[in-house]
C-alpha cells in the first residue's frame, strides 16, 4: 500500500484505504472514491495536483487529498 | 401568463437535481425557455432558479437545484437541495442523471429514493453514452429503481417532451414508499432500533421519513443531528444513535458512514451490471479529452496556452467593448440631453434639473457605461466553462495559488478581476468552501480593473510618457503581489489552519451551445444591471448632493460639502504628497467608480478633461503622481464592488472590512511610495 500521490504515470491502483477527515471523504465518497474501486493515473507530474481517472469521469486532486488516498498498484 | 398568476398558491413544483456537469442546465433551460428568475436562497450565496413550465396550458413551477454529487451537507450546494427536499416537498424531482458516467450519477439517485422523494430519472447524455459503447437497458433500470426513466440528449432537445409527461404524471399520482437498501444485518439491526424510537414520535414521524432519518443520524450527519436535537424528546433517539454508531465501529472497524456508503454503491454496481454493458472497460480507453489533456495540462505548455487563453479573452472584451461604450456613453448623453429640456420646458428648478441630470442620469450612465465589457467578458467566460476549459485553468493554476493558501478554482475570480472585480467576486460562487470564497473576495479588489486604467493613462500621460508600458505594468503587478500578501495575511490571521481539499473534476470537452452560454451570460449580466439600480443609485445620489450643498455653492468647488470633505481629508494624505483638496475630493469621487478621478480632476481644475494633463504637469510631481496612482489602484473598491461584496458575503462586517482594509493599505502603501522616494532624491 502507498499513497495515491506515489503511483506513476499510466499505473492502476485499488483504492484501500482513506484517511483524513469526514469533510474530504464525505466529498470523495460522492464522487465515487471508495475502498474497493479501480483508478488509474492519467497525470502525475510529481508536484501540483494529480488527474485520475476514476470510472467514466476524471477527478483532479490536489496533492493533500491524494496523500490521503492509500492504493495497492495493481498494474 | 394569466394562466399562471391564477395557479401561485398550491401550484405544481417540479424540482431538478443532478451531478455537476450532468446537464441539468441545459434541460431546465429546455424545460422553461425564457422563463426563468435567479435569485438567491436565503442567508446563504448559493443560486436559486426558477422557472416556469407552461404545458397543455398549465403552468408549472420548476425549481433547478443547485448541482451536487451528493447530499451529505458536505457543502451549502448540498444543504440547500437537501433542505428543499425535506421542507419544500415538491410535487415530483426530476434526476438528471449522466448516462456516460452512469455509476457515480446514481449515488445521488439513491440518496433522493431514500428521503422516499418522488423522481423521475432523465437519463441524459445518451448519445455520449452510445459514443464510448455503453449501452443501457432503460426498462430495466426503471424497473429496478422503482421510477420513470426518459432517456434524453439535452442539447439535442431529444426527449423532453416524454420527460415533462412523465414528470406530471408522476406528480399526480400517490407517493411512492421509499428505495430500501439492504444495508447487512448489522446495521439493518441498529437502524431498526433506531426507526422504531421515531415512529413512536408524533413530530419527527412527520417531518421526516424514518428510515431516512434513522440512516442520517447513523451517519452522524451534524447537519440533521442539531435539527432532531433541537426538537423536544428526542434525548432518547440521541443517545440510542450514538450507542449504535459506536457499537458498529466496535464490531465492524469501520465507522457507519463508510459501510452505509459502500452498501449503496453496492446496489448501484448492482443495478449496472444487469441494466449496462459496456465494450471497453472504462479503465483501459482514452478518450478524445484525454487526448487534449495532454497537451493543455502539459506542465511545459499548459501555462502558455493558458496565458494565450486569457490574452484571447481580454481581448475579445476590450477589443470588441470599447467601442460599444462609446455607444453607452451617446445614449446616456442623448437621454440627457432630452431630459434635461423637457424639465425645463416643464419649468423644473434648477436644482430637480441638475438632480434628475447629472445625479441620476449622470450617475448611472456612468457605472452603465461598462455593460458591454461585462457582457463581453461573462460571454467568454461562459465558452470556457461550458467547453470545459475552466476546470483545466484550476488545475494549471493550482500550484501558483497554492503559495496563497488558496487551491486553483481561487484564480479564475482573480482573472475576471482585471476585466472588472464585480464579476470576479461573483465568480468566487464556484468555491465550495466558505473560507476560501471570502479570501478570494476579499483580495480580488486589488486586481487593477479596465476603470483604474484611465487614471493610469492621464498622469503617465503627464510625467512619464516615454515609459508608459512600463509604468502601468508596474500598477497591475503591484496589485497582483499586494494580492499575494494580503492572501497569505488573510490565511493565517483569519483562516488559520484550514486546508479545504482540492478535488474537482474535469468534464469531457464538449462544444459549448449558443444558447447555454447566451443564458449563463444574461443571468450574471443582469445582476450587475440591477445592482444599478438600488446600491450604486443611492450611493450616486449621495455623492450628488454632498457636491452640490450646501444651497447655492458651485456645484464640486471647495465650498461645496463634497469639497469641504475633501479639505478635511487632505492634510491626511500630505505624507503621500497628494495633500490638495482636489486630490481627495477626486478619490472621494473615485468610490462612485475609479475612472470618475478622471472626470472630477478635470471638473475641479475647471478645464475639462482635455486640459487636465497640463493642469496636472503644473500642480503635481512625478514622484506625488505615482503616488496618487498606487492609491487609486489599492484604496476602497467602487460602489458597484462594494455592493457586490455585500451581496456575495451576506455580510456587512467582511463588506466594510474590505473598504477599511484597502483603504489602509493604499495610503500605507503611497506613503511608502512617496517617503522612499523623497529619500532617494525624487520629488
Known sequence: MKPLWFLGMNRTGVVREIAGGRGVRKRLTGMGFIEGVTVRIIKNDNYGPLIVSLGEGRLVLGQGVANKIMVEEVG | ?????????????????????????????????????????????????????????????????PGTYSLGAYSEDERVARDFILKEKPDVIINVVDASNIERNLYLTVQLLEMGANVVVALNMMDEAKEKAIHIDVAKISKLLGVPVVPTVATKKQGMK?????????????????????????????????????????????????????????????????????????????????????????????????????????????VSKQAVRKRISAEQRLSFSDKIDKVVTHRV????????????????????????????????????????????????????????????????????????????????????????????????????????????????PLLVGFGCNVPGIMAARTLENKKDRIITILITPLMSCAARLPVYVLFVSAFFSQYEGLIIFSLYLLGIVMAVIMGVIFKRLLFPGEVSPFVLE?????????????????????????????????????????????????????????????????????????????????????????????????VIYGVGEEGVVTAIHQLWTPLSAYAFMVMTLLYTPCAAVIGTIKRETGSWKWTVFTMVYTLVLGWVMAVLVYQVGRLFGLS
Open chain 2, 506 to 602: 474535469l468534464p469531457p470537452y464538449r462544444i459549448p451551445t449558443l444558447k447555454a452560454t447566451m443564458i449563463h451570460m444574461w443571468e450574471r449580466a443582469g445582476i450587475f444591471v440591477k445592482k444599478a439600480g438600488t446600491i450604486i443609485f443611492s450611493v450616486v445620489v449621495l455623492i450628488w448632493a454632498l457636491s452640490v450643498l450646501p444651497w447655492g455653492v458651485e456645484p464640486g468647488s471647495k465650498e461645496s460639502a463634497l469639497g469641504q470633505i475633501g479639505s478635511f481629508f487632505a492634510p491626511l494624505f500630505a505624507p503621500a504628497g497628494f495633500g490638495s483638496w482636489e486630490a481627495s475630493t477626486a478619490l472621494i469621487f473615485g468610490i462612485l467608480a475609479k475612472e470618475v478621478v478622471v472626470g472630477t480632476l478635470g
Open chain 2, 1 to 65: 401568463m394569466e394562466a399562471a398568476r391564477v395557479l401561485q398558491t398550491g401550484e405544481t413544483v417540479i424540482a431538478m437535481a443532478g451531478n455537476p456537469n450532468s446537464g441539468k442546465s441545459s434541460i431546465f433551460n429546455n424545460l422553461t425557455g425564457a422563463r426563468q428568475h435567479v435569485g438567491n436562497y436565503a442567508g446563504v450565496t448559493v443560486e436559486k432558479k426558477e422557472g416556469k413550465l407552461i404545458h397543455q396550458g398549465k403552468a408549472y413551477k420548476v425549481v433547478d437545484l
Open chain 2, 162 to 270: 416524454e420527460l415533462v409527461v412523465r414528470a406530471i404524471q408522476a406528480a399526480n399520482e400517490p407517493k411512492r414508499e421509499a428505495l430500501k437498501i439492504n444495508y447487512g444485518s448489522d446495521l439493518e439491526k441498529e437502524l431498526k432500533k433506531l426507526e422504531d424510537i421515531i415512529s413512536s414520535h408524533s413530530q419527527l414521524s412527520q417531518e421526516y421519513p424514518s428510515r431516512y432519518l434513522a440512516i442520517k443520524l447513523l451517519e452522524e450527519d451534524q447537519e440533521v443531528y442539531q435539527q432532531v436535537k433541537a426538537i423536544p424528546g428526542t434525548a432518547e433517539l440521541l443517545e440510542q444513535s450514538e450507542e449504535s454508531a459506536a457499537f458498529l465501529l466496535d464490531e465492524t472497524g469501520e465507522d457507519a458512514e463508510s459501510l452505509i456508503a459502500d452498501r449503496r454503491y453496492g446496489f448501484i454496481s448492482g
Open chain 2, 301 to 412: 505548455l499548459g501555462i502558455p496556452i493558458f496565458l494565450a487563453a486569457m490574452w484571447l479573452v481580454f481581448q475579445f472584451t476590450f477589443a470588441l467593448g470599447d467601442p460599444m461604450i462609446g455607444w453607452v456613453e451617446g445614449f446616456f448623453e442623448i437621454l440627457g440631453g432630452v431630459v434635461g429640456g423637457w424639465l425645463a420646458a416643464a419649468g423644473a428648478s434648477d436644482l430637480i434639473t441638475s438632480f434628475i441630470v447629472d445625479g441620476i442620469i449622470g450617475g448611472v450612465g456612468s457605472v452603465m457605461v461598462f455593460i458591454p465589457n461585462i457582457v463581453l467578458l461573462f460571454f467568454a467566460i461562459a465558452l470556457l466553462e461550458n467547453s470545459g476549459y475552466m476546470a483545466r485553468a484550476a488545475y494549471v493554476m493550482d500550484r501558483f495559488m497554492n503559495t496563497l493558501g488558496l487551491h486553483g478554482k481561487s484564480f479564475i
